[in-house]
């Protein structure tokens, strides 16, 4: 979108200056045609490469310090890398009552990313090859970017020329700042996309993955069952003896808290059977008067 209302201003900027255009000359003349003819025909490849390998080697931390050597000696920078260990098993063996035998089997990969000069790259992938055990995989991409290039340098150059002639062209009413800041910062961009594609031209990106065998290791730790750590049978059969006489007078001493509650509830329940008793044999009374009623 600004670069089409950069086009579109410089497009009105020389529409409207046409009188001024036969002192300046026209826009696209034979001879800046014939300059962009002769440019293209000189322009030199830009081609950039990326690699990458995947290999297995023998041990990761030795393979990593071997690769920032050789990398140093190219004349690269390493841009990045990692290393990890994946923990594939891991059990734990009693070895005595507070210590534990654990085994674990574990992964260790790496990642690396390095800069190269391209020349250099080639001899760079050999060396690896010699690195490692065996090579899973490597492959190499090159992305030739020299239309692009001379796209944006005779693009920034036309907007050197646009400049200068809107600079000649303004007057004190109609400055065009606006429309000669726009154009100049579109050069800046292009100037800049192509000092990146010359640094990675310069310099290509490989990226490395490798790995190692999986890795047992043993080690004593500290027992971590707090079931290991209780008394033994006899001496918890006793804590058991001594603590339920403890929870015993415990309630002793609860219900002697309660003392009144406990009596009223012994009056209660006299009371009561008193009364089932009474209303029981004022019953049997009642039934044994009706029976001798009707005998006679």
């Known amino acids: 979108m600004k670069r089409i209302i950069i086009a579109m201003a410089v497009a009105a900027c020389l529409f409207g200056c046409q009188n001024a255009e036969k002192k300046y000359g026209s826009v696209a003349s034979t001879e800046e045609i014939s300059a962009t003819d002769s440019t293209t025909s000189t322009v030199a490849p830009k081609i950039i490469k990326t690699a990458d390998m995947r290999f297995r080697v023998k041990d990761v931390q030795n393979t990593k310090e071997k690769l920032s050597q050789t990398i140093k000696a190219q004349g690269g920078t390493v841009a990045e890398f990692s290393i990890q260990s994946v923990i594939q098993e891991s059990q ?49 991409k090159m992305d030739d970017q020299s239309i692009n290039y001379l796209s944006n340098k005779l693009k920034a150059n036309n907007r050197v020329e646009a400049v200068e002639r809107i600079n000649k062209m303004a007057t004190k009413k109609s400055p065009n700042v606006e429309t000669s800041l726009l154009i100049k910062d579109d050069y800046v961009d292009r100037k800049i996309e ?11 990106t490989i990226t490395l993955n490798f790995y190692q065998d999986n890795t047992v290791k043993t080690m004593i730790v500290a027992n971590d069952n707090v079931y290991d750590y209780k008394p033994g049978f006899a001496d918890r059969f006793w804590l058991g003896l001594v603590n339920g006489w403890t929870i015993f007078k415990e309630i002793i001493l609860a219900l002697s808290n309660l003392w009144m509650l406990i009596l009223v509830g012994v009056g209660v329940f006299f009371v009561a059977r008193y009364l089932i008793r009474k209303n029981k044999l004022a019953t049997d009374l009642a039934t044994r008067n009706l029976i001798d009623r009707a005998m006679q």
């Open 194 to 204: 192509n000092l990146l594609i010359d640094n990675r031209v310069k310099y290509s």
């Open 92 to 140: 734990k063996v009693k070895q005595s009552i507070d210590s534990l035998k654990e085994i674990t089997s574990y992964r260790t990969e790496g990642y690396l990313v390095a800069k190269v000069p391209s020349e250099r790259l080639d001899d760079f992938t050999n060396a690896i090859a010699k690195m490692a055990v065996f090579v899973d995989n490597q492959s190499m």
